[in-house]
Each structure stands twice: as structure tokens, then as C-alpha cells.
T-cell receptor, first 114, second 110 residues
Framework: DVKVTQSSRYLVKRTGEKVFLECVQDMDHENMFWYRQDPGLGLRLIYFSYDVKMKEKGDIPEGYSVSREKKERFSLILESASTNQTSMYLC?????????????FGEGSRLTVL | QKEVEQNSGPLSVPEGAIASLNCTYSDRGSQSFFWYRQYSGKSPELIMFIYSNGDKEDGRFTAQLNKASQYVSLLIRDSQPSDSATYLCAVNSLGTALIFGKGTTLSVSS
């Protein structure tokens, strides 16, 4: 089975802190994604990557950055956390060419910024 | 801005009935269409995907695609209380990441 593992299920941080959310997949997928999910707003794409060291902005990249140094690992960084970044963050990966294909999701990281 | 629209619901059906979930999309170039199910507090999981016009059946689930109308639907036959969840429609074009609708909440009463 494909496994996408997010390092932290629940985090509580203070405004202004730097936050790292880690994601690892074990199926040699080329594509990796970070979404956030908020009530009434659905899943929104923050960043994605289709290759090592490659990254593309999604719909809401402001306030976030990403790192993909190895194929299996995709990190989301909040340089200076703010309360409006309180959310559920979902990492996903896919194998398909051209970014198509089934997404496999991690269990999510629920971040609260105080 | 490419958009995927779904009615938020809740859609309430009795056990054993057919639940019909609908989705429209704005990008005519969309090529792949997915339905995900998400239980409360859990991550989305894939139910079905469809690429071609017409129907695709998998057990109690049928996905329907009409590219001319930019419309995709999911039918759930013999609905069970365990089908109660939020159903997410997702669409993509070649070279773009999946775009999700906001989801439809389905409630199946026993």
C-alpha cells in the first residue's frame, strides 16, 4: 500500500514562530502536493512539486514556502506563523505523468496558531 | 481561475435509496475527473475516477461524465449509513494539479 506520512498530527504554535511540516511518501511518486482544508473553503492547493528541487505555486502560496531535497520528502514551511494559518494541512503524492492521476493523502496535520 | 462547483448539501437520503452527487467544472480542457470520499476527521480517499464521456460503474458506485456540459456526477445505489461522508469532486488538466470542489455532505439515515 502507498503510504504518505505526515510527521505531526497536531501542532500548536505561537504567532511569529517558524513552522515545519514534514511529509514522506514511500512509493517513489514523482509528484507531491500540499493542500490546506478549511470549513466552507474546501481543499486549496498551496504548493506542489513534480520533481526533486522543483516547486510550483498553487492557488494560495502566500506565507508559505516548500522544500524538496529528496524525492520522497516534501516539506512545508511557514516562515512566520499567523493566526489565519490555523488549518488542517494535507500532504499528497501521485505517480501520474503531467501531474494527473490518483492522489494519495497523508493523515493530515492540524495546526493551531495562537 | 479554474473552478469546480458542488452543492454543499447536506444531501439526506434514506437507507437503500440512490444518492446523486453532482459537480460542474469551468475548464473545458479538463481531462481527468475524480471522486473522493472524506469521513469526518479523516483524509480523502479515492472512490472512482473517469476520463471518458459516459458511465463507469464500480460496485454500488457509478460515475457519469458529460464533457459537453462540463458535468460529472456520482451515483450511489443502495445507500448505507456508512456512506455518510463528504464527497469531493476533483478535476485536472494535463500539467496541472487537481482542483477540488468544496464537497457535498451526504447523510444516509437508517
Amino acid at each position: 500500500d502507498v503510504k504518505v506520512t505526515q510527521s505531526s498530527r497536531y501542532l500548536v504554535k505561537r504567532t511569529g514562530e517558524k513552522v515545519f511540516l514534514e511529509c514522506v511518501q514511500d512509493m517513489d511518486h514523482e509528484n507531491m502536493f500540499w493542500y490546506r482544508q478549511d470549513p466552507g473553503l474546501g481543499l486549496r492547493l498551496i504548493y506542489f512539486s513534480y520533481d526533486v528541487k522543483m516547486k510550483e505555486k498553487g492557488d494560495i502560496p502566500e506565507g508559505y514556502s516548500v522544500s524538496r531535497e529528496k524525492k520522497e520528502r516534501f516539506s512545508l514551511i511557514l516562515e512566520s506563523a499567523s493566526t489565519n494559518q490555523t488549518s488542517m494541512y494535507l500532504c499528497a503524492s501521485s505517480l501520474g505523468r503531467g501531474l494527473a492521476g490518483e492522489l494519495f493523502f497523508g493523515e493530515g496535520s492540524r495546526l493551531t496558531v495562537l | 481561475q479554474k473552478e469546480v462547483e458542488q452543492n454543499s448539501g447536506p444531501l439526506s437520503v434514506p437507507e437503500g435509496a440512490i444518492a446523486s452527487l453532482n459537480c460542474t467544472y469551468s475548464d473545458r480542457g479538463s481531462q481527468s475527473f475524480f471522486w473522493y470520499r472524506q469521513y469526518s476527521g479523516k483524509s480523502p480517499e479515492l472512490i472512482m475516477f473517469i476520463y471518458s464521456n459516459g458511465d463507469k460503474e464500480d460496485g454500488r458506485f457509478t460515475a457519469q461524465l458529460n464533457k459537453a456540459s462540463q458535468y460529472v456526477s456520482l451515483l450511489i445505489r443502495d445507500s448505507q449509513p456508512s456512506d455518510s461522508a463528504t464527497y469531493l469532486c476533483a478535476v485536472n488538466s494535463l500539467g496541472t494539479a487537481l482542483i477540488f470542489g468544496k464537497g457535498t455532505t451526504l447523510s444516509v439515515s437508517s
